[in-house]
């Protein structure tokens, strides 16, 4: 094991350059699958028939399939029948349509942990539906959602060197490519990726923690 | 559009790798079970080493990619002379990732056990361990049947970085025919839908036990 040959400038600048790959897809998917499944998980609960049929059946089919297989089929099979992606795009779509039916029900679970009373007495105070939703429901279950969202969030981080089956430049890639050079880096490098993972992914669920704390 | 009529040749290798899938993820499971036990009564010992070794256990395979876990036993252990075929090195990296998330399970539900069991049990003569076999572990195992039952899923969806690691499962044998055949969606499709014939009844199974369950208390 050649720790200090594995740890070169130059191999570590490379392996930042992947984990800032990593950070940025992690990034702009956990934004997309916020919105998406924050709508979805919405009209879940909202019970608007036949539509949240559809949505259940969805997100229980997407929620049920290995991740890695969505990463595939977005990359390998979509271009069969003409739509070319792209790594990049690949993984972030592939991320997006499997994280927004995770947060779907985090959401819908959210929405009802709140207590049927208060929407009855929001309607009863004359507030529409969507207003007694907007301004009385969701602001009490954003609240509760907020640790699961972050765990979601580190889950995420963690799926996307998933994206290596695609040879998306992201950390757990470029640490492959260090590694191929010499078998004497192998294990040195396993060291540094997986402490890079555990140091970002372990401040990230202290602060879900320190969430759940704070509400209870 | 979907036609799986070239794939009825194919049906011998997607049910090779049906059935690793299932092999691989039930001894992940038992595996996974007992290490995730054993850290979690570990995790609450009075004994503080044994406690910093099992949250240090749980803390780092939990905030680590499977994927990392999977490469570190296929490329990685060979460099020191340890080699695992791909079908081992994925159900190593399964059974240790799977048994970090059981222990938290297992030790939340020891904790939800009322602290009056093991003075009960302890003054009427029975030590620690005991208590912990006898009394406090089997009601336990009750409050953590839901939690393992989504463990369970997890793991035959986790299976699927068998394939990254020629692991022989049934990502990898789909991989294979959609490369022999140059068919990758159809073949993607019927892949989705025989995963779905495995995690689809057991999260309706497990709703309905976390359901019985609920109504007991």
């Known amino acids: 094991m050649d720790f200090i040959g594995a740890y070169s400038l130059d191999n570590l600048a490379f392996l930042m350059q992947g984990f800032y790959m990593t950070l940025k897809v992690a990034v702009v998917s956990i934004i997309l699958s916020f919105i998406i499944g924050g709508i979805l998980g919405t009209i879940r609960f909202t019970r608007v028939p036949a539509i949240s049929q559809i949505v259940v059946a969805i997100v229980e089919t997407i929620r049920n399939l290995p991740l890695l297989l969505i990463i595939l089929f977005t990359y390998l099979a979509l271009p069969e029948i003409g739509i070319n992606l792209g790594n990049t795009v690949s993984a972030i779509i592939a991320l997006v349509v499997f994280e927004s039916s995770m947060i779907a029900e985090i959401v819908r679970g959210g929405l009802d942990s709140v207590e049927k009373g208060q929407i009855e007495a929001a309607r009863s105070s004359g507030l529409t539906y969507l207003q007694a939703l907007r301004t009385i429901i969701l602001p009490q279950a954003l609240k509760r959602m907020v640790p699961n969202l972050v765990s979601q969030f580190i889950s995420l981080l963690k799926d996307t060197s998933l994206a290596v089956v695609i040879s998306l430049p992201e950390l757990l890639h470029h640490a492959k490519i260090i590694q191929a050079q010499n078998t004497q880096y192998v294990i040195p490098i396993f060291i540094l990726i997986a402490l890079i993972y555990f140091a970002v992914n372990y401040v990230l669920s202290l602060i879900a923690k320190r969430l759940e704390l704070k509400q209870t | ?217």
Do not use: C, H
């Open chain 2, 1 to 217: 559009m979907l036609d799986f009529s070239i794939l009825i040749d194919y049906s011998d290798m997607l049910w090779d790798g049906f059935k690793v899938t299932i092999v691989a993820s039930l001894i992940a499971l038992v595996a996974s079970f007992i290490i995730g036990t054993v850290v979690a009564v570990m995790r609450i010992t009075p004994i503080a080493p044994l406690r910093w070794v099992g949250t240090a256990y749980v803390e780092f395979f939990r905030n680590i990619p499977l994927v990392v876990i999977a490469f570190f036993f296929f490329i990685g252990t060979p460099a020191i002379g340890i080699r695992f075929s791909g079908i081992t090195a994925g159900t190593i990296a399964l059974s240790i990732y799977t048994s970090a998330f059981i222990a938290e399970a297992v030790r939340s539900g020891i904790l939800s056990i009322p602290k009056g069991q093991m003075e009960a049990a302890r003054s009427s003569g029975l030590n620690y361990m005991q208590t912990m076999r006898m009394i406090i572990l089997p009601q336990a195992i009750k409050i953590v049947i839901p939690p393992i039952g989504n463990q369970f899923i997890n793991l035959v969806k986790n299976s699927s970085i068998l394939a990254l690691i020629s692991g022989a499962d049934l990502m990898y044998q789909a991989d294979l025919i959609s490369a022999k055949t140059f068919i990758v969606f159809d073949v993607y499709i019927l892949v989705a839908l025989l995963y779905l014939i495995i995690t689809i009844p057991l999260s309706v199974g497990l709703r309905y036990i976390e359901s019985r369950l609920a109504n007991t208390y």
